[in-house]
């Protein structure tokens, strides 16, 4: 009869009170984990947005674009694209690969002008900037669309533009002078952000490159397909492309308010994994607590039978080690099962985010690492608020543990 | 007082021994060698709340290996702060207490447990039996306890013991399916069977009908006899202190009576360990 059979009988000696601590444990653990699968399922969902939405997998500069670029970065356009691109496309796991290039200006209807920021997309890959914005009305810009531009719902409010609506695009060229272009309204696009909306348009790379007088893309915009083989294509790239002078950013080395959100996510769910925590640790100290006071004579017997106090420790936080692994199994079944219906269910709805205009279906996304987590802690707690219950049976006078009524 | 006097031969002896190196007389080295515990002007001072409680006033007196003592007294004496004090439970407030020539109040608590698991065996009152074990399990785990292997021949000492108590057919039972008398019989079984010196057992009958207490005690002193471990009983039993070969009987923290050193076991009794015995009792 070893320690870990004798510390669970006791706990099944009071059933009841076992399974009202374990109830308070598996509550905490489910809580845990569809808090965390929340929070995993939004950020999943913010980051492939994200990466849909216009940053891509991965992002390939000339070399000083990022850090000397800013105003200047006609300077730091990929003048040899060619080449770069035949070695991206070698890579294996790459969905699509587009060329992009920046041009700020003015828009015009004749009567009102509005400043836009344009990107002008490489038209052949269209899933790229198909999942950036929603098209309200007209289309994408196409193969072949030169002279044509999509506008932000806003701004085409502003402009009193529809599809089929002519504007002037000015801008400055590379060489300072200036330029201007009539384009044909094609599309009406939506992005969900205020800001995006009031200025954001879109048209080939070959009237951006028209507009300011080059002859190349400031950048490679690639899409994988799998956000998790990121870091290994990246290394990969990096290698084989030493020597073309360019520069790739991984998609979470751009998303700076990705990041920031989800490091925010990270410390509310720390703060619920603190509270959690200390109920569970609390919840264990009380049990253990009423269990030496039931079990004072029997303490004392078994310290008069020769039990030494690391005995008495040990077979006191084997029973917190048990109901913690109890409360493990049980609370992630459970949690699964929660996530289960959730899901199955439709999620649960969310209203719109500042500066969205639409809601979504939040689902909870179960994840292995969430769950080692929450064993980790909850197993831990369980043996720290059992280790002070376990020291101070260890530590009672075995006379007056036998006299204990 | 008798037991004293012992002692203090005892110590002439050994010093004479120690000194000429000679064979030393036959019937008081037997007694003084094989001596278990001594206990020399032990005080007990207890504080409940803010009254000190003098629970024992210089108590003194010595036990003999195989001797079946029963220390009498009324409520609040201080017979179970006696057995307390010998069992390695209780620390005196002054005076020795020397249990196999032993002062438990030095050593580590390791040491201490461990010295309990294999000198002593209790017996209380209430049984005391872990309710989550088995019969079986509650006789085996002073063994398991004191890290002692289980293999085929402890299994058959256990059944021996259990069938010595005469619980062969409850083996597996757990105590609250067995009566008051048969719970104590685990006790007992379980106070045996890491072969004790000493066995404490505190009030054993006062828990059990007359008949039972008597069977108890029967079966006590048949493994007085059969195993040579000594018991020393706290009670108020009149059948018990009948019964029993030597009384101490202890009246407000003193010993108002003994009834003297039992050699009854001991001169019938071949030793094989009086020399090393000698020097422990004699220290």
Redesign the interface.
């Known amino acids: 009869?070893?320690h870990i059979t004798?510390s669970l009988?006791?706990l099944?000696?009071n059933y009841k009170r076992t399974m009202l601590t374990l109830s308070v444990l598996v509550l905490g653990i489910v809580g845990m984990l569809v808090y965390a699968g929340y929070i995993d399922f939004s950020m999943w969902g913010y980051r492939e947005e994200t990466i849909s939405g216009g940053l891509g997998h991965l992002r390939v500069y000339h070399s000083g674009y990022n850090t000397r670029g800013g105003e200047s970065y006609l300077d730091y356009l990929m003048e040899n694209e060619k080449d770069v691109y035949r070695e991206l496309i070698r890579n294996k796991g790459i969905r699509e690969i587009t060329s992009e290039l920046e041009i700020n200006g003015l828009v015009s209807n004749g009567n009102t002008s509005e400043m836009t920021m344009s990107r002008g997309y490489d038209t052949d890959s269209v899933s790229v900037i198909r999942n950036s914005f929603t098209l309200k009305e007209g289309s994408f810009v196409t193969n072949g669309g030169t002279y044509q531009i999509a506008l932000g719902v806003l701004l085409a409010e502003k402009l009193d533009a529809r599809v089929g609506s002519y504007l002037t695009y000015m801008t400055t060229t590379r060489h300072g002078a200036l330029n201007a272009i009539d384009l044909e309204v094609v599309g009406i696009l939506e992005t969900g952000l205020k800001e995006y909306d009031e200025r954001l348009s879109v048209m080939s790379i070959e009237t951006a490159k028209l507009l300011l007088d080059v002859e190349a893309a400031d950048k490679f915009i690639v899409m994988l397909e799998n956000t998790d083989d990121v870091p290994a294509i990246a290394k990969e790239f990096k290698k084989k492309t030493a020597a073309l002078d360019i520069e790739v950013k991984t998609w979470d080395e751009l998303a700076q308010f990705y990041n920031q959100v989800k490091a925010m996510n990270e410390s509310y769910f720390l703060i619920t994994q603190m509270i959690i925590l200390v109920i569970v640790a609390f919840s264990i100290i009380n049990t253990m607590r009423m269990v030496i006071y039931e079990r004072m004579?029997?303490i004392?017997?078994?310290?008069?039978?020769?039990?030494?106090?690391?005995?008495m420790v040990t077979m006191f936080m084997t029973e917190g080690l048990w109901l913690g692994i109890f409360a493990v199994i049980f609370g992630i079944a459970a949690a699964h099962l929660v996530a289960w219906i959730i899901n199955v269910s439709g999620g649960i709805y969310i209203s719109p985010p500042p500066g969205q205009s639409n809601g979504y279906h939040a689902m909870i996304r179960p994840d292995m690492i969430r769950y080692f987590q929450a064993a980790a802690i909850v197993i831990g707690s369980t043996i720290v608020g059992s280790l002070v219950p376990a020291i101070r049976a260890a530590g009672l006078?075995?006379?007056e543990s036998?006299r204990y009524i | 007082m008798k037991t004293i006097n012992n002692f203090e031969e005892a110590a002439a002896n050994e010093l004479l021994v120690n000194e000429n190196h000679s064979e030393i007389n036959t019937t008081d080295n037997l007694a003084s060698s094989a001596c278990l515990i001594r206990l020399s002007g032990v005080h007990k001072r207890y504080q409940l709340g803010k009254t000190t409680v003098n629970a024992l006033n210089g108590v003194s007196f010595s036990i003999n290996r195989g001797e079946f003592t029963a220390i009498a007294g009324p409520s609040g004496s201080g017979k179970t702060t006696i057995l307390?004090l010998i069992?390695c439970?209780?620390d005196p407030t002054s005076g020795t207490v020397l249990v196999k020539g032993k002062n438990h109040q030095f050593m580590k608590?390791?040491e201490a447990?461990?010295f309990?698991?294999?000198t002593?065996?209790?017996i209380?009152q209430?049984f005391?039996l872990?309710?989550?074990?088995s019969v079986y399990?509650n006789i085996?785990?002073?063994l398991?306890?004191?890290k002692i292997k289980i293999d085929r021949h402890t299994k058959e000492k256990i059944y021996s013991l259990i069938e010595d108590v005469g619980l062969s057919s409850y083996t597996k039972q757990r105590p609250d399916k067995l009566s008051g008398g048969q719970r104590q019989r685990v006790a007992v079984a379980?106070a045996l069977v890491?072969d004790p010196d000493i066995v404490m057992a505190d009030e054993p009958t006062a828990n059990l009908d007359h008949n039972t207490g008597l069977e108890i005690l029967n079966l006590m002193q048949k493994l007085n006899r059969r195993l040579g471990t000594t018991f020393v009983i706290s009670t108020h039993s009149e059948m018990i202190i009948e019964k029993s070969r030597r009384v101490i009987r202890v009246l407000d923290g003193k010993i108002e009576s003994d009834t003297g050193e039992d050699y009854e076991y001991q001169n019938k009794t071949d030793y094989d360990t009086v020399d090393s015995e000698r020097a422990t009792c004699s220290a």
């Open positions: 009869m070893d004798i009988r006791n099944l000696r004579r029997e004392g017997t078994l310290r008069a039978i020769g039990m030494t106090k690391t005995g006078k075995i006379d036998l | 307390n069992g439970i209780d608590d390791r447990s461990i309990r698991n294999q002593l065996g209790y209380f209430n005391n872990i309710p989550v074990l399990e085996e785990y002073p398991r306890i004191g379980r890491c």
